[in-house]
């Protein structure tokens, strides 16, 4: 074991990470950085700060598993539990995993949700870009294929879908429509209640 004192955002962070998931290693590689192994996958946590005292722990884990260890909810509100510094520090933070913030990543999965009880026939084909509050996917609406961009701004949510333009006009209309009843859920589970 070395003997790094990590910053105390840094270890909150860890620690979360390390109270759901049993077994998982961790060895802090400077005060700053962070290796977390759980078998053969690694995680790996950085934290930075910007010029107005605003803390980022960015996070690498290729294997998703903070998304499979249902860990989202328990980030984005890890600050509750906080006294004093610490939790002023926590409220000023953002985790960015595998280039979204967590709560991004929840409005995501969120979507997925709200358009597979829609309809079956919505398909999630591939990420095409993330941008830590946007991320644009494929998707398919039976055999129609068209982009979706979530975007997950201050005050409001943005469902987008983009079409080619041989795309059938009917089908254009519900998948429009069916956006616009997603982007209402999400604005009033995500942005109305704050």
Do not use: R, W
């Not at 962070?13 to 290796?35: F, L, N, P, Q, R």
């Not at 979507?111 to 079956?120: E, G, H, P, T, V």
């Not at 026939?121 to 870009?129: D, H």
């Amino acid at each position: 074991m070395n003997n790094i004192t990590p910053y105390p955002v840094l270890e909150c962070v860890v620690s979360i990470i390390e109270d759901v998931i049993s077994g998982i290693k961790v060895d802090y590689t400077s005060e700053s950085k962070a290796t977390l192994i759980d078998g053969n996958a690694g995680i790996l946590l950085e934290q930075q700060s910007d010029s107005n005292g605003n803390l980022t722990i960015n996070i690498k884990d290729p294997k998703d598993i903070i998304l499979s260890e249902d860990l989202l909810p328990d980030l984005q509100e890890l600050h509750k539990s906080a006294k004093g510094a610490l939790k002023t520090e926590l409220e000023k933070t953002t985790i960015i995993i595998n280039g979204l913030d967590v709560e991004t990543q929840l409005v995501y999965q969120s979507a997925k949700d709200a358009f597979d009880q829609i309809s079956n026939s919505y398909e999630f084909v591939k990420t095409l870009e993330k941008e830590v509050s946007k991320i644009k996917s494929t998707l398919k609406f039976g055999s129609n294929v068209f982009d979706l961009t979530v975007s997950n701004e201050q005050g409001q949510i943005l469902i987008s879908p983009e079409f080619a333009s041989s795309f059938n006009a009917a089908i254009q209309k519900t998948v429009e429509d069916d956006a616009l009843k997603v982007q209402n859920v999400l604005n009033i589970m995500f942005k109305e209640n704050k």
